[in-house]
């Protein structure tokens, strides 16, 4: 089920009083192994902090930040994050997220000095810059096809002749680029970026989400290996990845190493994978 703003408020809390172990739901008690290597893993975010997960594995370099807010913020979060970092470096990134939260991963160490990771989420300019950094995403693409052919911006075929719908895609996406180097102040240009930054992104909710982490203490792991948070995120960056693999045996070669790790730690709980 996708996280309302109060069915995320609910997952926070549910987490706070598991990382205060005053949980006592029977609903939970699927996950509590999950949980407890999460906790000595990495972290659980009790109410008033924010985690982040930074892990450097044979691939890159990833960047793992938790507001529990929903996917459509997370998608927002992420695309603000990694803009902010490529207009300061110049530096490529991949972004995955879900309900929970978002990953941002290149192949090389991004500069970002985690004591102060917090100031890349300032709401300063937050409009300007989230906009910028639809500028060109598939999400704005999207939303201008529609524009486009209400518009008549694109040519839809004669009657009883449609064109096909990847004709009017690759049509509408020309327009798009061309108007994005081009006229990049057209309106219907920047009626698409509002659409998906009012409609898609909830710009109020996310303005919200950043406003509550910015005043909340920020918790950083460095991981030794993926964590129950993290790997749903890793399972998202690698699912359009080209491979002769199917993604489910993907999927269970990394999480192999994964479960004999917690297999051992739960035959002998003085060993830890807790990061620094």
């Not at 892990?55 to 994050?81: I, K, Q, W």
Request: overall charge negative.
């Amino acid at each position: 089920m996708p996280l309302s703003t109060e069915l995320a408020a609910g997952v926070r809390e549910l987490l706070d009083e598991l990382a205060n172990g005053q949980s006592e739901s029977a609903a939970l008690r699927g996950i509590e192994e999950l949980i407890k290597i999460q906790q000595r893993w990495s972290h659980i975010p009790k109410l008033g902090e924010v985690l982040v997960e930074s892990c450097v594995s044979r691939d890159g370099h990833s960047c793992m930040v938790y507001p529990f807010e929903g996917r459509s913020v997370s998608e927002g979060l992420a695309a603000l994050f990694a803009h902010r970092i490529t207009r300061q470096e110049g530096i490529s990134f991949s972004i995955a997220v879900n309900d929970y939260g978002f990953m941002i991963h290149s192949d090389r160490a991004p500069c970002i000095e985690w004591d102060h990771i917090r100031e890349w989420f300032s709401t300063s300019d937050l409009e300007t810059d989230l906009q910028e950094s639809l500028n060109g995403t598939e999400m704005s693409r999207r939303a201008f096809r529609e524009i486009a052919r209400i518009s008549g911006l694109v040519h839809q075929g004669a009657p009883g002749q449609a064109k096909s719908a990847r004709h009017l895609q690759a049509s509408t996406g020309m327009v798009f680029d061309a108007l994005r180097q081009y006229d990049p102040e057209n309106r219907l240009l920047q009626q698409a970026l509002d659409e998906v930054a009012r409609d898609q992104l909830e710009l109020g909710r996310m303005r919200a989400a950043l406003e509550r982490m910015l005043a909340s203490t920020w918790v950083v792991r460095h991981l030794s290996r993926w964590t129950p948070f993290s790997f749903p995120l890793y399972v998202e960056r690698i699912r359009d990845r080209i491979s002769s693999e199917s993604l489910a045996d993907r999927v269970r070669r990394a999480q192999a190493p994964l479960e004999r790790a917690a297999m051992k730690e739960m035959a002998d709980p003085t060993s830890s994978g807790t990061g620094g």
